[in-house]
């Protein structure tokens, strides 16, 4: 039976330190971009059929809120203020969804700064 040499340098193959290294800078400048545009964006939200509109940015940061007349009734503050956050919430919502799409495929390729 003989036996082969076996190179210990091709079984232990490390990372190239330096590849990583500027892997990581690449990643980190696009997530910088990317984090950059978005803060820009603008992402509406509306309730009561649109009589109640809310915008916030990326950032994110509430811009803007819209009611109209129509929905205001002194007698019922309640109802006006739950249209309120439900325009916000989904606003904030639309932003999130937004940033979760744009961030998840920078972020996604961390697996092959390794490999």
């Known amino acids: 039976m003989s036996h082969l040499p076996v190179s210990l340098g ?3 193959r490390q990372p190239n330190m ?4 500027k892997q990581a800078q690449q990643m980190q400048e696009q ?4 984090q950059a545009e978005l803060a820009e964006r603008r992402f509406e939200g509306s309730a009561g059929g649109g009589m ?5 940015t990326g950032g994110p940061e509430l811009v ?3 009611i109209s007349p129509d ?3 002194p007698e019922d503050i ?3 203020q739950d249209l309120v956050v439900a325009a916000v919430r989904q606003a904030m919502e639309e932003a999130v969804k937004a ?4 961030l998840g495929g920078l972020t996604g390729g961390l697996g092959g700064l390794l490999g």
Request: no cysteine.
């Open 64 to 66: 803007e809120i819209e």
């Open 31 to 34: 997530l910088a971009k990317a």
């Open 99 to 102: 940033t979760n799409d744009q």
């Open 10 to 12: 091709a079984m232990n």
């Open 78 to 80: 309640e109802m006006l």
């Open 52 to 56: 109640v509109k809310a915008v916030v």
């Open 18 to 21: 330096r590849q990583i290294m």
């Open 71 to 73: 929905v205001v009734d």
